[in-house]
């Protein structure tokens, strides 16, 4: 791991030790957690995004629901 220099106003290390405490965990591996769970939802918003363009460009069509529904395996009531 490497080690790095983080600057926070004063209210929001409060809220950061309160918030590691309560998760019983140090500071650190809160903000560890942040980050990832940050990323990852920049992530889903960028496949999102490139979904909706996608769709955008290529809209689905009648044709494309009936060719599914040819191919699709429905379970029987």
Do not use: C
């Not at 689905?60 to 429905?74: K, Q």
Request: hydrophobic share 40%; no cysteine; aromatic share 6%.
């Amino acid at each position: 791991m490497a080690t790095i220099q983080v600057v926070f106003d004063k209210e929001l290390l409060r809220a950061a030790n309160r918030a590691a405490k309560r998760a019983k965990v140090n500071r650190s591996a809160l903000i560890r957690e942040a980050v990832r769970h940050h990323l990852r939802q920049v992530e889903t918003r960028e496949l999102e995004r490139r979904d909706r363009e996608g769709y955008r460009k290529y809209p689905d069509t009648l044709d494309d629901a009936v060719r599914w529904e040819r191919v699709a395996a429905w379970p029987e009531d």
